[in-house]
């Protein structure tokens, strides 16, 4: 098993920026391919970015494509998401998940691990 704990949310202006971490304890990061996801109120939780193991290959939505970087450090156990230009819809709590599928996917429900989340909030 894994656990996950984000951190890095908090209150930020349209056009600014904002960098989150996740923290794994338990099981090496490196058995696992990650993700990031995210959930507006009344909103379905949906896709961010995600990462494969060795952080070779890297996925993102087309919502956040060209302003958000995810990356890892296996030997600091922990998933980072770097948010610029971030606008008022980018306001969600935000989530860090592991998979151990085969191939990296972007559906929440194949991801077996999930952090508490930490709240992104972007005023306009």
């Known amino acids: 098993q894994v656990q996950l704990v984000e951190s890095g949310g908090g209150l930020v202006q349209a056009g600014g920026s904002l960098g989150l971490s996740c923290a794994a304890s338990?099981?090496?990061?490196?058995?696992?391919?990650m993700a990031w996801f995210r959930q507006a109120p009344g909103k379905e939780r949906e896709f961010v970015a995600a990462?494969?193991?060795?952080?070779?290959?890297?996925y993102y939505s087309d919502s956040v494509k060209g302003r958000d970087t995810i990356s890892r450090d296996n030997a600091k156990n922990t998933v980072y998401l770097q948010m610029n230009n971030l606008k008022p819809e980018d306001t969600a709590v935000y989530y860090c998940?592991?998979?151990?599928?085969?191939?990296?996917?972007?559906?929440?429900?194949?991801?077996?691990?999930w952090g508490q989340g930490t709240q992104v909030t972007v005023s306009s």
């Open positions: 990462i494969s193991r060795s952080g070779g290959s890297t």
């Open positions: 998940a592991a998979s151990n599928t085969i191939a990296v996917v972007s559906i929440a429900s194949r991801y077996g691990y």
């Open positions: 338990g099981r090496t990061v490196t058995n696992y391919h």
